[in-house]
């Protein structure tokens, strides 16, 4: 069994074998990528003298499957066959990533984590949401073997002329377009596993969950089930969401493909939510597909994605701001001093005194609060 | 070649069917897990509110 290291070589060294004769004179590199989570994969580049452009195609997976058992010779024919399905008929005409009025109607949004991906931020522009951080790709379409993107950069969105903000609105504008998808999991599973639907007496149908009638966990995420984390970014979806479950809802960060949505159980506390992510995350999601160790929650009232130990602090100032506004309208009732009932001058001034009060306590929690993002900031990483 | 390099890097993406069952697996194992303890949580409490005179 090779090692990763031998496995590049060998794959580097053997793919021209499975490609078209086209490929014979095509240079072969290796080259290491920053991805997400700054994650750093190793990129093939199959390049052909007429071409100007060619897709990197990532090995991990490919190495995860030999390890898996999988044969050399049919993991270095599918790299052939992606290799192959996502060569340009022409010379790729560079315009389709730089010239906006052509890019505008491709720019996607991903949702990555904002601490984990320092590096990767420093050159392109993003938008905080909580501890997220939103950034934008040209989608460049895609084939059997996945989709083709290249990542907008500063100087990418400068050549542009576009601000963050505007790159920001036309992604949320494409993706309130595209087709976002929000099933129970049970639906999810039974996709993913029976795609020509159950056959009775079928074992593997015991593995699911059981049919409810009011579902636990739900999946959000897009049609190619590829970056589709960005789901939480329209507010539609969100608010469809919210009328369905009733109003708030918990969110688990699964993966930066999708996300999980829960309804609210008060029987659920945050910490024991957020232990059974980070347990998840560190057993079974690869580094470079992680979103968050956190779990967040839909303020239905507030209409935006918060932080969960965030949203409990707003749920307690709004019921002591509901309290106090009872007690201070109690306070001013006539009838009391109508019943000789009238209570000290000094306590009805302070009742009326308390409202403002809290809510500048409340602002000032908000701004104090050490988080490694301040809510709904939007700021760009334009050096 | 020149001209390639300074194209942004255009990369393929694809998800794993497998590590996606996997994950959608563990979460669902993970929450019937929770849920059970919540119940057996509750029952308890219940139980030593009972024994305690309470309830």
New interface residues.
Partial sequence: MMDFEEFKASVAEQIKDYLPEKYADATVDLQN?T?NNDTVLT?LLI?TEDS???????LE?FF?QYQDGEDLGEILQHIAD?RVN?EMEQAFD?SK?TDFDQVKDHIICKLVNAEMNADYLADKPHTLVEDLAVVYA?D?GGGE?????????NN?MEQYGVTTQELHDIALQNLSESQIEFKT?RD??VD??FPDGIQEGDPRAF?L?PEEENP??Y?LSNA????GAAALLDAKTMEDISEKLGGDFVV?P??I??T?V?PLND??DRH??EA?VQ??NA????PE?RLSDHVYMYDSQAKELVLADKMEERQQQRAEAQKDAKEAEQADKPGKAERGEKKPERERVSMKEKLPEKKAEVAKNEANREHPVPSKTKETALA | MSEMKNLPQVGVESVSKGAQRARYTAYMQGYRKLEQKVKTDKASREKAARVGGAV
Avoid at chain 1, 224 to 227: A, P, T, V
Wanted: aromatic content about 2%; cysteine-free.
């Fill in positions: 990528v991805k990129g390049r100007n452009i060619a897709p990197n195609i990532y997976n995860a992606i996502h560079v990533i040209v460049l073997g996945g989709r083709m993107s290249a990542p907008i950069t990418l999991m999810v599973l993913m596993m593995m969950p636990s966990m999946v190619d089930k590829l970056n688990l699964s993966s493909h999708e999980i829960l029987d659920m024991t939510l059974m347990d998840v057993g079974q999601v690869a597909e």
